[in-house]
C-alpha cells in the first residue's frame, strides 16, 4: 500500500507557527459575524424574559434553541469533523511497527483534528436511532448512531477497507451555560479506540471544549484540560496538558505565555502502580467483550467514563515539563515559549532528545519523549515535527449516498428546513420570504421535539424499555465480528 508522505520534517522546532483563525486569547476565533449577532440577540431576549436561571447551570441538550442559531446538519454529521486527518494518520500508524511511534502517530491524528470541531454554529441535537455514514477516499467506512435519548450517547464504527484499523467508541454529550463565565462548557464523556490489524490497541480520551463571548467580548472555541493516549499492549502513555487556567499558564512562562491553544505532553512508561486504579469498566464495555454488559446505566454518568480526570492528566505533565526546564537541553523552547528560552529558542536534537530519557515521574513513571505545540498550528515530539498545518492537508468524509436509510441525519425535516432558509438569498428583496422560511423552520424543530418527548412517555410507560431490551443496547456485542 502506497501512502503519501508529508515533508512535516521540513520544519524545524524554532518554526513556531500558528494559524491565523486563532484568537489572541487562544482557540479558534470566530468570525461569523451574523450568527454571533443572532445568538447574542436570542440569549439577551431570554434573559430578558425568564431571567438567567433559564441558562445558569442547566446542560445544554436540554434548552430549546431558536432554529436561527443552528447549522443545518446534526451533531452526527459534525463529529465526523474532528476526524479529518484519519485517513492519513491512523492509516500510517496502522503500517508502523514501533510502538512509540504509532502513539506520537495517533496523537498527531488527534491534536490535529481538534480545530476541525470549532464553530459558533449549533448543530441539531440527534434524535434516538437517528445514524450517519460515511466515507474516506480511500474507502475507509464512517458509521455513527445515536444510542440513548438522555442523556444523549452517540456510537460509532470508523473501518478501514483493508481492516487496517477500525476507530470506535462512544460519547456522552455534555454541555453547560455559565452566564458567569460568559461561556459554555461542553465535554464528549467516553471511550474512542483504535483497533490495529496487528492487534495494537490504542486508547483516546478527549479534552473539553468552551465557547466564550456568550454575550459580550470576542467570540471563541478553545480546547482545554487534558488529553491522554493509552497503549495498553505496549504500556505506553502520551498525556497533553492544553492551558487551563493563568496559574498553569504561569508555570510556561508567567505573564508572558502564549495563547490557550499551545500545550505541552510527555510520552512516558508508567510505573507498576500508576493505572492499578484506573477504572477500564467503560472500555470493557465499549469493546464488547464476551461477559459483559455493550452498555449500562454507570456509564451514562459522567463519573462513570471518566477513565482518567483532568487533573491527573495535567498535574502529570507539569510535574515533567517543570524538571525539564530546570535543564537546558530538556526541551526545545521556540520563540520564547517557555521560561529560560534563548532568542531561538533551540537547541540541538541530540541534546533534546537524549534529555527527556533521563527524566522521571514524580511516581516513578519512566520518560520517553516530550512533546509541545499549538493544536492551530504543530505538533513536536523531541524537535521532530509530527504534524504541520500547513503541510498536511486534513480530508473531510464525504456523505455516503448510496443505500441512504430513513434514520439517516440528513433525512431530517428540521435540517432540511433550514437549509432551505440559507439556500434563500439575504439581500433585502427576499427578507419576507426568508423570514417565512425561518418560521417554518422553527415550526418543524418544534414539532420534532415534541414527538420525541411523546416517544419518551412512551417508552417510560408500563411496558418501559430498558437498556437490556430497547434494542438500542444489545446485551453483548462483538464488533469484531
Same mark, same amino acid.
Given at each position: 500500500?502506497?501512502?503519501?508522505?508529508?515533508?512535516?520534517?521540513?520544519? *524545524?522546532?524554532?518554526?513556531?507557527?500558528?494559524?491565523?483563525?486563532?484568537?489572541?486569547?487562544?482557540?479558534?476565533?470566530?468570525?461569523?459575524?451574523?450568527?454571533?449577532?443572532?445568538?447574542?440577540?436570542?440569549?439577551?431576549?431570554?434573559?430578558?424574559? &425568564?431571567?438567567?436561571?433559564?441558562?445558569?447551570?442547566?446542560? $445544554?441538550?436540554?434548552?430549546?434553541?431558536?432554529?436561527?442559531?443552528?447549522?443545518?446538519?446534526?451533531?452526527?454529521?459534525?463529529?465526523?469533523?474532528?476526524?479529518?486527518?484519519?485517513?492519513?494518520?491512523?492509516?500510517?500508524?496502522?503500517?508502523?511497527?514501533?510502538?512509540?511511534?504509532? &502513539?506520537?502517530?495517533?496523537?498527531?491524528? &488527534?491534536?490535529?483534528?481538534?480545530?476541525?470541531?470549532?464553530?459558533? =454554529? @449549533?448543530?441539531?441535537?440527534?434524535?434516538?436511532?437517528?445514524?450517519?455514514?460515511?466515507?474516506?477516499? *480511500?474507502?475507509?467506512?464512517?458509521?455513527?448512531?445515536?444510542?440513548?435519548?438522555?442523556?444523549?450517547?452517540?456510537?460509532?464504527?470508523?473501518?478501514?477497507?483493508?481492516?487496517?484499523?477500525?476507530?470506535?467508541?462512544?460519547?456522552?454529550? =455534555?454541555?453547560?451555560?455559565?452566564?458567569?463565565?460568559?461561556?459554555?462548557?461542553?465535554?464528549?464523556?467516553?471511550?474512542?479506540?483504535?483497533?490495529?490489524? *496487528?492487534?495494537?490497541?490504542?486508547?483516546?480520551?478527549?479534552?473539553?471544549?468552551?465557547?466564550?463571548? $456568550?454575550?459580550?467580548?470576542?467570540?471563541?472555541?478553545?480546547?482545554?484540560?487534558?488529553? =491522554?493516549?493509552?497503549?495498553?499492549?505496549?504500556?505506553?502513555?502520551?498525556?497533553?496538558?492544553?492551558?487551563?487556567?493563568?496559574?498553569?499558564?504561569?508555570?510556561?512562562?508567567?505573564?508572558?505565555?502564549?495563547?490557550?491553544?499551545?500545550?505541552?505532553?510527555?510520552?512516558?512508561?508508567?510505573?507498576?502502580? @500508576?493505572?492499578?486504579?484506573?477504572?477500564?469498566?467503560?472500555?470493557?464495555?465499549?469493546?464488547?467483550?464476551?461477559?459483559?454488559?455493550?452498555?449500562?446505566?454507570?456509564?451514562?454518568?459522567?463519573?462513570?467514563?471518566?477513565?482518567?480526570?483532568?487533573?491527573?492528566?495535567?498535574?502529570? &505533565?507539569?510535574?515533567?515539563?517543570?524538571?525539564?526546564?530546570?535543564?537546558?537541553?530538556?526541551?526545545?523552547?521556540?520563540?520564547?515559549?517557555?521560561?529560560?528560552?534563548?532568542?531561538?529558542? =533551540?537547541?540541538?536534537?541530540?541534546?533534546?532528545?537524549?534529555?527527556?530519557?533521563?527524566?522521571?515521574?514524580? *511516581?516513578?513513571?519512566?520518560?520517553?519523549?516530550?512533546?509541545?505545540?499549538?493544536?492551530?498550528?504543530?505538533?513536536?515530539?523531541?524537535?521532530?515535527?509530527?504534524?504541520?498545518?500547513?503541510?498536511?492537508?486534513?480530508?473531510?468524509?464525504?456523505?455516503?449516498?448510496?443505500?441512504?436509510?430513513?434514520?439517516?441525519?440528513?433525512?431530517? %425535516?428540521?435540517? %432540511?428546513?433550514?437549509?432551505?432558509?440559507?439556500?434563500?438569498?439575504?439581500?433585502?428583496?427576499?427578507?419576507?420570504?426568508?423570514?417565512?422560511?425561518?418560521?417554518?423552520? %422553527?415550526?418543524? @424543530?418544534?414539532?420534532?421535539?415534541?414527538?420525541?418527548?411523546?416517544?419518551?412517555? $412512551?417508552?417510560?410507560?408500563?411496558?418501559?424499555?430498558?437498556?437490556?431490551?430497547?434494542?438500542?443496547?444489545?446485551?453483548?456485542?462483538?464488533?469484531?465480528?
Amino acid at each position: 500500500m502506497s501512502l503519501r508522505s508529508f515533508d512535516t520534517k521540513s520544519f *524545524d522546532a524554532s518554526d513556531d507557527f500558528r494559524h491565523s483563525m486563532g484568537s489572541s486569547g487562544g482557540g479558534v476565533a470566530i468570525t461569523d459575524g451574523d450568527m454571533a449577532e443572532r445568538q447574542k440577540s436570542f440569549i439577551a431576549r431570554t434573559l430578558r424574559t &425568564v431571567g438567567s436561571k433559564f441558562f445558569e447551570g442547566k446542560p $445544554l441538550t436540554e434548552l430549546s434553541l431558536h432554529v436561527s442559531v443552528f447549522q443545518p446538519r446534526s451533531f452526527l454529521e459534525k463529529l465526523v469533523d474532528d476526524w479529518d486527518y484519519g485517513p492519513y494518520y491512523l492509516t500510517k500508524a496502522a503500517m508502523e511497527k514501533n510502538p512509540l511511534e504509532r &502513539v506520537k502517530l495517533v496523537a498527531a491524528f &488527534v491534536i490535529a483534528g481538534l480545530h476541525g470541531s470549532a464553530s459558533l =454554529s @449549533k448543530p441539531f441535537n440527534p434524535i434516538l436511532g437517528e445514524t450517519y455514514s460515511a466515507k474516506w477516499k *480511500d474507502g475507509t467506512a464512517v458509521y455513527l448512531e445515536q444510542t440513548n435519548h438522555h442523556p444523549p450517547v452517540t456510537h460509532w464504527l470508523v473501518r478501514h477497507p483493508e481492516n487496517l484499523y477500525t476507530f470506535m467508541g462512544f460519547g456522552m454529550f =455534555s454541555g453547560k451555560v455559565n452566564m458567569l463565565e460568559n461561556c459554555v462548557r461542553t465535554r464528549r464523556n467516553g471511550v474512542n479506540i483504535v483497533d490495529f490489524q *496487528d492487534g495494537g490497541r490504542v486508547v483516546i480520551l478527549m479534552p473539553y471544549m468552551a465557547l466564550r463571548g $456568550l454575550l459580550f467580548g470576542e467570540r471563541r472555541v478553545e480546547f482545554l484540560g487534558g488529553l =491522554s493516549i493509552y497503549d495498553q499492549a505496549n504500556d505506553i502513555v502520551a498525556d497533553f496538558a492544553l492551558n487551563v487556567d493563568p496559574k498553569f499558564l504561569g508555570i510556561f512562562g508567567g505573564a508572558n505565555s502564549k495563547p490557550t491553544d499551545y500545550f505541552r505532553g510527555v510520552v512516558y512508561k508508567p510505573s507498576s502502580t @500508576k493505572f492499578q486504579k484506573m477504572d477500564f469498566s467503560g472500555l470493557t464495555a465499549a469493546t464488547g467483550k464476551k461477559g459483559s454488559p455493550y452498555m449500562n446505566e454507570s456509564l451514562l454518568d459522567a463519573k462513570g467514563l471518566e477513565l482518567r480526570t483532568d487533573y491527573d492528566i495535567v498535574n502529570t &505533565v507539569k510535574a515533567v515539563t517543570k524538571e525539564a526546564d530546570k535543564r537546558p537541553s530538556g526541551l526545545s523552547r521556540p520563540n520564547g515559549l517557555f521560561r529560560g528560552a534563548s532568542k531561538s529558542g =533551540s537547541v540541538s536534537k541530540g541534546a533534546a532528545k537524549a534529555a527527556p530519557a533521563k527524566l522521571k515521574g514524580t *511516581d516513578g513513571s519512566r520518560v520517553l519523549c516530550v512533546a509541545q505545540g499549538t493544536y492551530l498550528g504543530y505538533l513536536d515530539f523531541d524537535q521532530e515535527r509530527y504534524w504541520d498545518i500547513r503541510d498536511c492537508p486534513a480530508e473531510r468524509a464525504q456523505p455516503d449516498a448510496d443505500d441512504l436509510l430513513p434514520t439517516d441525519a440528513r433525512m431530517r %425535516q428540521d435540517v %432540511q428546513a433550514l437549509q432551505a432558509v440559507l439556500d434563500c438569498s439575504d439581500t433585502p428583496e427576499y427578507k419576507e420570504e426568508r423570514e417565512k422560511l425561518f418560521d417554518k423552520a %422553527q415550526v418543524v @424543530k418544534e414539532e420534532l421535539e415534541k414527538r420525541q418527548r411523546s416517544d419518551k412517555k $412512551l417508552r417510560e410507560g408500563p411496558e418501559k424499555a430498558t437498556i437490556k431490551n430497547n434494542g438500542f443496547f444489545p446485551n453483548q456485542l462483538d464488533l469484531h465480528s
